[in-house]
């Protein structure tokens, strides 16, 4: 066997809060949601390079990681961003860190 090489790193989680998509395509660059094509918003996040399907549930998938690294990184700037532009629904001004 040769060389074993990580080319893509596909992550399911649970944020276990609801996301208003509808405000967050309104709001994100690089955002689309097309609710008549698919139920989640697409999100093409620039550094890292990934993209984010984020679900109503406050369901996740991230795709094109190339290492766990650039996961958690993409999750803690995904989840400053929903923060920062109060896209968690149901909670306060005090969500401060993921669960």
């Known amino acids: 066997m040769g060389d074993v090489k990580i080319q893509d790193v596909v992550v399911f989680a ?3 809060i609801r996301i208003d998509l509808e405000k967050g395509a309104r ?9 008549e094509q698919f139920p989640d918003l ?4 620039a550094e890292p390079n990934v993209v984010i399907l984020l679900f109503h ?7 094109g990681a ?14 400053t961003a929903l923060r920062d532009n109060h896209l968690l629904m149901g909670v ?7 669960s």
């Open 27 to 35: 709001i994100m660059d690089n955002a689309m949601y097309e609710t």
């Open 14 to 16: 649970d944020m276990g």
């Open 57 to 63: 549930s406050g369901k996740i998938v991230i795709t």
């Open 66 to 79: 190339r290492s766990g690294k650039e996961v958690q990184d993409a999750s803690e700037k995904l989840w």
């Open 92 to 98: 306060g001004e005090n969500v401060q860190e993921i």
């Open 42 to 45: 697409i999100y093409r996040m």
